[in-house]
């Protein structure tokens, strides 16, 4: 971009863009090391604090104490068992130097957001090692946005960066960005890109994540995760790194706005059966507890027409369907077929038929929604493992889902010191980079909870890191 005429230039030590909860810390850190820190943000006040905003707020970390009334969490949970999740829910490929460097620092982590007045809340029963923030992911970007206020930390709102600038040898020495009154170029000492994936963004979804992604109608998290500042860096020879092809979602009631939804998953389905708007199973619903699959199975909804399902109850599991948004409401019926038409399945024979089959497949043992309990089908497919009992006592309810895109994998090189790696393995000087738009932590999957924690940990690192450099560069 060529930009004709003067272009106003401002001062400062470390620029961190974005003001989501990778930003915030990154920024927080770097003010606690010394240094004037400045944050550009594209969103308005209100919408600032990325997807952070409407999460639940719910952080993964290290756990040595048991829980206390001050200290509320899910269980104690070692160094190790929190890589093991790491290894286990990215199929062995998450990055063990990065992964070892969020689980050793991820306590301090926490304990570090209390200076800043965030305090934890009864976490919701889940496995161990999580606690919950008060006022959920709103209170949290809410109370580290008034902490950042109070220690003078600027925040551009409304302004977006577009480039970064570099000197003659690459050293990347400032951000272009513009306001409303036009470009700016903002010159520091260090620059933090925390601006977040691109699942916002249909057309690099389609290019990176393939066309069925491409479709997906929900994004849950901020409509401003666009994926610039992955470009921006790319631009001038960063290395992309772990798995671009890769996103988060989960099965969220169709009905859910479509941006900035928040947490409106319908939990349960395991119970239930499946079904496309052909009115046919697609999926072992019952093949493990609902943690281990809900990514798997919102990854195939989405690949159905109209990426779209129907998860359907009867009386004796209906309270098994687990809703979190007042707007999920149930589709009842007291006949199959009613219910086909109210879902609008476009086979209601079909539907009925799926049905009967699956009644009839269903093998004798006890029903036990606490464990994985052995309840399954014979002779159909696909099978259900688990949890399989008659949908045969009306009235039938139902819910429609789809997969809502959460957040994309793929990202930046960064190494543990969060500087940015070029594409020969070299840090480029002055850039670091933290947060969902850093590649190598999660392939296919991760472990709930853990985004925010590396918001945090290398948040934490970044500002540390870039308040040195500034202040070697002001000497
Ligand atoms: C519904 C939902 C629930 C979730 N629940 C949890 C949970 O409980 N626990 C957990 O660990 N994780 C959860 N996550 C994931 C987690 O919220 C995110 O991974 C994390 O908050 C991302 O933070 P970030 O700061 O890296 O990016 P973002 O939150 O995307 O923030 C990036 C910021 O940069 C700004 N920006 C973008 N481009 C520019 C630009 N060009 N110039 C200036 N500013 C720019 C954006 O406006 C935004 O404010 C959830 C996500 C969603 C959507």
Not at 92 to 121: H, I, Q, R
Request: glycine share 12%; aromatic share 8%.
């Amino acid at each position: 971009m060529l930009a004709i005429g003067d272009i106003p230039k401002e001062e400062h030590d470390v620029i961190v863009i974005g003001c989501g909860l990778a930003g915030l810390a990154s920024a927080l850190s770097a003010y606690e090391n010394g240094v004037e820190v400045v944050i550009v943000e594209k969103a308005t006040r209100a919408l600032a604090g990325g997807s952070g905003r409407f999460t639940d707020g719910v952080i993964r970390s290290v756990i040595k104490e048991p829980s206390s009334e001050k200290n509320p969490h899910t269980g104690i949970y070692s160094e190790e068992d929190f890589y093991d999740d790491l290894m286990k829910t990215t199929k062995g490929m998450c990055d063990p130097e990065l992964a070892e460097t969020l689980v050793k620092n991820s306590a301090s982590a926490l304990d570090w957001l209390l200076n800043f007045g965030v305090e934890w809340d009864i976490p919701r029963p889940g496995g161990p090692g999580r606690r919950t923030a008060k006022g959920g992911g709103e209170g949290l970007v809410e109370t580290l946005i008034s902490a950042a206020e109070k220690r003078g930390i600027k925040i551009l709102y409304e302004t977006r960066a577009i480039k970064l600038i570099v000197d003659k040898y690459m050293n990347v020495i400032g951000v272009r960005v513009l306001t409303k009154n036009g470009l700016l170029d903002l010159m520091g000492k260090a620059v933090i890109l925390a601006s977040g994936g691109f699942q916002a963004n249909p057309e690099m979804r389609t290019k990176y994540l393939g066309e069925t992604a491409g479709l997906i109608q929900i994004v849950r998290g901020t409509r401003h995760a666009t994926g610039e500042g992955i470009m921006m860096a790319l631009e001038i020879g960063a290395q992309p790194y772990g798995h671009w092809g890769g996103f988060h979602t989960a099965p969220i009631d169709a009905r859910s706005p479509k941006l900035e939804c928040g947490v409106t998953n319908i939990r349960g389905f395991e119970y239930g059966i499946l079904v496309n708007i052909y009115g046919e199973r697609f999926v072992d619903e019952g093949e493990n507890y609902y943690d281990l699959i809900y990514v798997d199975v919102a990854h195939k909804i989405i690949k159905q027409p109209g990426n779209l399902a129907f998860s359907i109850f009867d009386q004796k599991i209906k309270h098994l369907a687990l809703i979190h948004w007042a707007g999920s409401e149930a589709i009842v019926a007291d006949t199959l077929k009613e219910l086909a038409e109210r879902l609008g399945i476009l086979y209601p024979e079909r539907f009925e038929k799926t049905v009967n089959e699956f009644n009839a497949a269903v093998q004798p043992g006890e029903f036990n929604p606490k464990k994985l309990d052995g309840k399954c089908t014979i002779g159909i497919e696909p099978p259900k493992s688990n949890w399989a009992v008659p949908i045969d006592t009306p009235p039938y309810v139902s819910y429609p889902l789809t997969g809502g895109i959460t957040f994309t994998f793929g990202g930046l090189r960064i190494n543990t010191n969060a500087e940015v790696l070029d594409i020969t393995g070299k840090p480029i000087p002055g850039l670091y980079a933290v947060g969902e738009l850093t590649g190598g932590f999660f392939y296919h999957s991760y472990p709930g909870g853990s985004g925010i924690t590396r918001n945090l940990v290398f948040g934490r690192i970044a500002g540390k890191n870039a308040a040195e450099r500034a202040k070697c560069q002001k000497t």
